[in-house]
């Protein structure tokens, strides 16, 4: 018997763990992995520096004459979208971006300013894989702690019958 409620306090505290974890975290939406994005990184001379990624804007960034900022977050590309957009190529994700002329002497005709690049990782997504993970391991701990119950509680049973056995007594 102490066996048994030994091993329900061990699940029962694994439980209790995860959930307390869970809610010291705080999973929010800015906790998931977030990765700078070419207009994020910050140049210093002590740190080294990240090239950054090919996107939809190349035009801008080659002529030096336009500057550009997010002003939307991640999300996935459609379908039309990974097929015929450059930004929608290196990852499958788009964020919008907002991009300015610098220099009023650049023919603004010959060269449109981008609407999107590509971004890592989509918050909302990252968030339910997470959420995903930990049920299905909560799922298997139950499972887990289910079988071990079972399977203890019939080698007990057989312990005690060949035991009864032995003895020669009739209580059961």
Known sequence: MRKYLFTTFLCYLCLFTFYTLAVNLGIRET????????TQIQHDSSEITIPPAKSHNDSCQLTEDCSCHVIGD????????????KYCNNYGNKEP??????????????ISLPKFQ??????KVERAKYFEFQFANIVFAFLSC?????????????GYRKLVGRIGSSIL
């Not at 971006?97 to 010959?110: E, F, G, L, P, R």
């Not at 590509?118 to 918050?123: I, P, Q």
């Not at 289910?146 to 057989?158: I, P, Q, S, V, W």
């Open 97 to 110: 971006i907002k991009c300015q002329w610098i220099n009023n002497n650049t023919d603004h005709t010959v």
């Open 74 to 85: 991640c999300e996935p590309c459609d379908e039309n979208e990974l097929e015929t957009e």
């Open 31 to 38: 906790s998931s992995i977030e990765i700078p994005t070419p």
């Open 146 to 158: 289910t079988l071990l119950f079972y399977r203890r509680r019939k080698l007990a049973a057989d």
């Open 118 to 123: 590509s971004c890592r990782r989509v918050k």
